[in-house]
């Protein structure tokens, strides 16, 4: 029987620690894969259902049993060494996808979500203590937001040397497309991801607004100058992401327009007041645009501001159709209006 021998590659690749990932196709969508939790390994299994994941922990012991209990049609199990499919009819051995295996820690205790293997690249990278400190945080939200979404391809705009690019397909072994302006850092980050055998791992040259781009299941932008927050935002809603992290840089398009409404305005004289205002409008606008296009929010401070004052992170999770709530767009154009806001970045999304 197929479906034993499938079950015996997959057990045998938990017994050996080849295992990446395993998909079940049909009847029901399930994917496992290995994660920590309080030291021990388990395998965590979504379940796609039509609507929402349900997600399940299952002990490594008991991973078999379960499986042989599922009337599986179609599967696929990942592992270093081969990826194996499971079909109605046969078993297909393909060259693997993924060469290097990690498991993921639930645990929250742990401090940092890379093992020894990525000091290779945080060397080559000249990673200071403090930017060290930046990635370990962003991985550790990045991967709480993530829980659940299968990601095969993710976009980072704007990615500079790629410390997030690398930090990123060293925690997922994904599909990573670092997009950078600068050609020079463009080939660096080539040559390196090359030289450390990152397959999956590419950085492309380009603009954030124009760069070619695959459909992509989660976009992130980091520190993208001015504007290219908004660009990195619109590409994410356009090219329908599942998920989009960015965390905007400095905000120079909404101070000049900005008004002095009352009962702000003999506040909004003094420069500082008015700066930190055109920050949080920029900032609540592209929360308020990521809502009108479908997407549960969150806003987080990602690191304490004695870090980097540009400490802040939007986050956006889609869960409806973009474009259909009346009441969403409605905020958007009350709140430029109240502030006099005539122009902004996002303001063509979702236009008829
Ligand atoms: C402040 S750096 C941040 C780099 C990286 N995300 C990080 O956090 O380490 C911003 C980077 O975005 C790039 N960038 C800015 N605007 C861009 C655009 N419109 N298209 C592509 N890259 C852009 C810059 O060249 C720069 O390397």
Known sequence: MKTNEFIEKFTGSLRNGTFVRLTLTRPVKVIGRLVEIQGQPVLSLTFREATRDVTKNLPVAEAAGWLHQQKIRGALLSTTQQDWQLTPKLLIAHKPSVTVT????????????????????????????????????????????????????????????????????????????????????VAAGNQLARQIGATGLEFVAGTIESIQLPPVDALIALHAC???????????ITTGAKLIVVAPCCHQQI??????????????????LAERMAEWATDALRVLVLEWAGYRTKVIEFVASEHTP??????????????????????????????GITRHGLDELGRD
């Open 226 to 236: 001015d504007t290219a927050t908004d660009d990195a935002i619109c590409r994410g």
């Open 102 to 185: 990690t498991v993921r820690t639930h645990d929250r205790q742990k401090k940092t979500f890379l093992d020894d293997f990525a000091q290779v690249w945080l060397n080559a990278l000249h990673t200071t203590p403090k930017k060290r400190q930046q990635i370990d945080r962003y991985l550790e939200i990045f991967s709480h937001l993530a829980e659940g979404m299968e990601l095969r391809t993710i976009a980072d705009m704007g990615c500079g040397k790629g410390y997030l690019t690398f930090a990123l397909w060293h925690l997922l072994r994904t599909r990573i497309i670092g997009v950078e302006q600068r050609p020079e850092l």
């Open 255 to 272: 101070r000049p327009q900005l008004g002095r409404p009352e009962p702000l305005a003999e506040s909004l004289r003094h420069g500082m």
């Open 310 to 339: 540009k400490n802040l992170m939007l986050a956006a999770i889609k869960e409806r159709q973009p474009f259909t709530d009346p009441a969403a767009r409605k905020r958007i154009e009350d709140f430029k209006k109240f502030y």
